[in-house]
């Protein structure tokens, strides 16, 4: 097989650099070793995705609309409405199982004449630009790794990297029967306990997707889940009489990084060149616009150290707020202390950047929440 463009991986990340480079003219092969897609983590998104996906043309009819997330911590809860931010056009998100929103998105990325191949890619030879898979070897004018987090094409290279203070486990499983506590229909659920967080994600079939992310990474297995669910008790309420339906899946290592995005003849895009964290549900966001914006770039011949800069920007925006989650509770002390101190500006960065809305280059606000939080921390706490 050949192609001018070999996409290894059709996850959100994948589909937006095939669809986006097919509709600018490329011949495009996209490779993934699973389709019909995996049950997979990432199912909660946030409204800046709308953006991506109604470019794309992905159908989300019969998604469950998201609106708010909602932070649960030591009994009490606070919730931001999406519709609370600094703008009127990041409100609605969707709460999507993966495996149907992958399948969507690799019907658009047929529809937009993308080859498709089931295989499993085994070996990268990047000199050559050629990949063998299980059907044969392929070569390809230029690769493009959207495989995700075991960032093949970062190990061939020795460009992966390690997060140098994020060092997180998960392990989670979908359920039945969960207790809906204060939260509005459809928002995204987290309960944080001392050692790591829960998230609760409600699906539009009734099922939910369960799991909490702890520290230190390591072990993913049964006991690891009763030990974290003995620390949280606004979790144990939640799943009183639920029934897991599934066996635990498990991640041992959830950050990673890449020391450079592109170089001659490829790229990394999405998790396959970084991942922060899954607490601000960020994941999809940063590969549909990172994705996106790699295939424009690449396709007009751009500086593809400038669309680099630009992703490392976007993730650099949520960097400060989730150390600020890890470290000593304090975004969790400015979400609570916060809605009782009144501090509206506050408030309309934080709802604004759970929203996502970091990719415009011409609005700094929720940008800005985590290059000041430090200072807005002493503001709203006082301290
Ligand atoms: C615990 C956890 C919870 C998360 N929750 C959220 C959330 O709620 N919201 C959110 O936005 N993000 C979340 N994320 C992040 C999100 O899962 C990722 O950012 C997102 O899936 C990245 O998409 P991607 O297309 O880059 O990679 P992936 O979704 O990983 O897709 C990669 C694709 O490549 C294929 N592939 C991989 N290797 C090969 C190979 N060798 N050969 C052939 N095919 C291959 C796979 O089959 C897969 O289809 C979470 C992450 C974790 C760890």
Redesign the pocket.
């Known amino acids: 097989m050949r192609a001018e463009i070999l996409v290894?991986?059709?996850?959100?990340?994948?589909c937006t650099v095939a669809t986006t480079l097919a509709r600018l003219g490329h011949d495009v092969l996209m490779?993934?070793?699973?389709d019909p897609?995996?049950v997979?983590?990432?199912?909660?998104?946030?409204p800046v995705c709308r953006e991506v996906l109604d470019d794309l043309g992905v159908d989300m009819t019969g998604f469950l609309p998201k609106h708010g997330a909602v932070f649960r911590w030591g009994g009490r809860s606070v919730r931001f409405g999406f519709d609370e931010g600094m703008r009127p056009d990041h409100v609605l998100a969707w709460q999507t199982p993966r495996a149907e929103l992958?399948r969507r998105m690799r019907e658009v990325a047929r529809g937009a004449g993308v080859r498709f191949a089931q295989?499993?890619?085994r070996a990268v030879d990047v000199p050559n630009r050629t990949v063998s898979t299980g059907l044969g070897e392929v070569e390809a004018g230029f690769l493009v790794d959207?495989?995700?987090?075991?960032q093949?094409l970062g190990r061939a290279l020795g460009v992966r990297a390690k997060h140098p203070w994020l060092k997180n486990a998960?392990v989670?499983a979908w359920h039945r029967g969960v207790r809906v506590q204060d939260e509005e229909p459809g928002d995204v659920v987290i309960c944080a306990y001392d050692g790591g967080w829960f998230?609760f994600?409600p699906f539009a079939d009734g099922t939910w997707s369960v799991?909490t992310?702890l520290t230190p990474r390591g072990p993913t297995g049964p006991d690891r889940w009763a030990e974290a669910l003995a620390r949280c008790p606004d979790a144990q309420e939640r799943l009183e009489g639920a029934e897991r339906l599934e066996p635990f899946r498990g991640?041992s290592d959830?950050s990673v990084s890449s020391t450079a995005f592109h170089g001659d003849g490829w790229a990394l895009v999405?998790?396959?060149a970084t991942?922060l964290d899954?607490v601000f549900?960020?994941?999809?966001?940063?590969?549909l616009f990172g994705g996106r914006d790699f295939a424009r770039t690449w396709s007009a011949g751009g500086d593809l150290d400038a669309w680099e800069a630009r992703c490392r920007a976007a993730v650099q925006a949520f960097e400060p707020v989730v150390q600020a989650w890890y470290e000593g509770d304090r975004f969790l002390r400015v979400a609570f202390a916060e809605a009782e101190r009144h501090q509206p500006t506050v408030r309309k960065a934080i709802v604004s950047l759970l929203a996502g809305d970091v990719f415009d280059p011409d609005f700094t606000g929720p940008r800005r929440l985590g290059a000041r939080f430090d200072s807005i921390e002493r503001m709203v706490l006082g301290a």
Do not use: K
Request: aromatic content about 4%.
């Open positions: 290894i991986g059709a996850g959100p990340t994948g490779i993934d070793r699973d897609p995996r997979a983590v990432g199912e909660s998104l946030i992958d295989t499993d890619v959207c495989g995700g987090r075991n093949l998960a989670g998230w994600i799991g992310t991640t959830i999405g998790d396959a991942f899954p549900s960020t994941g999809i966001a940063l590969g």
